[in-house]
């Protein structure tokens, strides 16, 4: 069974500093890893998304890495603001293609 | 563009009382589509997920159904509500090319 752990749990930063967000999976026989952010009563919106078979992705001061083969990903945030600040959620898809298996979220808070 | 709906966004039910909330998909044909239950202080649960018109996956046993009666449209319903149903309810869909998965708004349940 695919277990998914995200460490820190909480994060509190000031604003400015880089920050890294650490993703760790069980089973390495994913399709996919995606990263999302939650705020408060609201949906998920997603951030990246990384193939199997890719290394990173990035979109603007976000950057996420995936280690297959040790079942880790990173998503790095750069020169953090107020307005990051939100939960933080990993997923790897497995069993088919259909299924997510979610972290518990590292919730992050940037202070000014 | 794709996009999801959720409703209603807020519900307050007594115990014992029918649950149905509903998710709409536009701009796409055929998703797959999910439910997930966030409840406090927990991550994210598969409940059910369809790959097509009538066809309905269950995750975990529980008193909450779900139903397809159009291809853009999931129905999450209960008979009997518990104090245990209470939660945040997620729909989501996912894109077939790239396996990227999106959400919707959510439903915040209280059951009281």
């Known amino acids: 069974k695919q277990e998914v752990t995200q460490i820190p749990a909480a994060l509190s930063v000031p604003e400015g500093e880089n920050l890294v967000l650490n993703c760790s999976f069980t089973d390495s026989a994913i399709y996919n890893l995606q990263w999302f952010r939650q705020d408060p009563g609201k949906g998920l919106t997603s951030l990246l998304l990384?193939?199997?078979?890719?290394r990173e992705q990035t979109s603007g001061r976000l950057n996420a890495s995936l280690d297959k083969s040790s079942g880790r990903s990173t998503l790095y945030i750069a020169a953090s603001q107020p307005g990051d600040s939100a939960t933080y959620l990993c997923?790897?898809?497995?069993?088919?293609?259909?299924?997510?298996?979610f972290g518990t979220g590292t919730q992050l808070k940037v202070e000014l | 563009s794709q996009t999801i709906h959720q409703w209603p966004a807020t519900l307050v039910q007594p115990v014992g009382s029918p649950l149905s909330l509903e998710c709409t998909v536009e701009g796409t044909s055929n998703p797959n589509l999910y439910w997930y239950r966030q409840a406090a202080g927990r991550g994210l649960q598969l409940l059910f997920y369809?790959?097509?018109?009538?066809?309905i996956s269950s995750e975990v046993p529980q008193n909450l159904s779900a139903s397809r009666p159009q291809d853009r449209q999931f129905i999450l319903s209960s008979k009997k509500l518990l104090l245990s149903d209470s939660g945040f309810y997620l729909c989501?869909?996912?894109?077939?090319?790239?396996?990227?998965?999106?959400f919707g708004p959510g439903t915040r349940l209280t059951v009281t």
């Open positions: 990384i193939q199997s078979s890719q």
């Open positions: 997923a790897v898809l497995t069993g088919g293609g259909n299924k997510l298996t």
């Open positions: 369809s790959v097509g018109i009538g066809q």
């Open positions: 989501a869909w996912i894109r077939q090319s790239s396996y990227e998965q999106y």
